[in-house]
């Protein structure tokens, strides 16, 4: 009862604040029509509830079987097989994560159809996929995350040099996106439950850093997927 009632303070002062930013330019600024004023006051309670609902579901559901799966799985004593779930964990959960889908619309709409939604979330899933793949690898063969990171984004920046212009930013913004209220909460938990089982000593150094990895995996990916289109 107390980690629900911890919960709602915690998304009323998140949303309070911007809420009240735009009662005073409404009354003082912008005049925006009532009608509008009163579907945003209706938008912020909508929101505020369905953010209670969702950060309870991930304390109850999602953090503890997101670490027991992550503990569980290197028990099979198969690193293929940890790779493997891992991989197809980061692509179900980036499909199912909502700041991925209202990206791709916004392009598909800017880019008139051509660029389609679900093209869009597909490659950011299979980048997002490949990078916790290779993270979980990370954690495995004891691979100094700052090796990876540099590789990664010296490919990033090697690559934008080949990428045309508009794709860029949108790359980037893929990479953003990914790091959503769905995903992190699964990935990270993952993390942390493996390295429990085979991090020993530096399970805190292991376990972390997931998120930076998969991230680096959608700004690839929408890069070469620019390549192609250009």
């Known amino acids: 009862m107390e980690s629900i009632k911890e919960t709602v303070l915690e998304i009323v002062f998140a949303v309070l604040p911007i809420t009240v930013l735009v009662i005073i330019l409404q009354f003082t600024l912008i005049g925006l029509p009532l009608e ?7 938008g912020v309670v909508m929101v505020s509830v369905g953010l209670i609902l969702f ?5 109850l559901g999602l953090l503890p079987m997101g670490e027991m799966i992550g503990a569980a799985l290197p028990n099979t004593g198969k ?19 909502p700041d991925v889908r209202v990206l791709a619309t916004q392009i598909d709409v800017v880019s008139q159809g051509e660029i389609s939604k679900n093209l869009l979330i597909f490659v950011v899933a299979l980048g997002v996929a490949i990078f916790v793949g290779l993270a979980m690898l990370r954690i495995i063969l004891k691979i100094p995350i700052t090796y990876i990171l540099v590789v990664g984004y010296g ?10 212009p508009n794709f860029v930013p949108i790359s980037f913004d893929a990479g953003g996106v990914t790091t959503g209220p769905m995903t992190v909460p699964f990935i990270l938990a993952l993390g942390v439950g493996v390295a429990r089982v085979l991090g020993g000593k530096s399970t805190s ?3 972390f850093g997931m998120v930076a990895l998969a991230s680096i995996g959608p700004v690839l990916a929408i890069m070469l997927l620019g390549v192609i289109f250009g």
């Open 155 to 164: 490919l990033i920046f090697l690559l934008a040099a080949f990428t045309p």
């Open 36 to 42: 509008v004023f009163l579907q945003f006051l209706i």
């Open 79 to 97: 690193i293929s097989l940890v790779v493997l779930f891992a991989f197809l964990m980061g692509f179900v959960v980036t499909v199912a994560e």
């Open 55 to 59: 950060l309870i579901g991930v304390h």
């Open 205 to 207: 150094a292991d376990g």
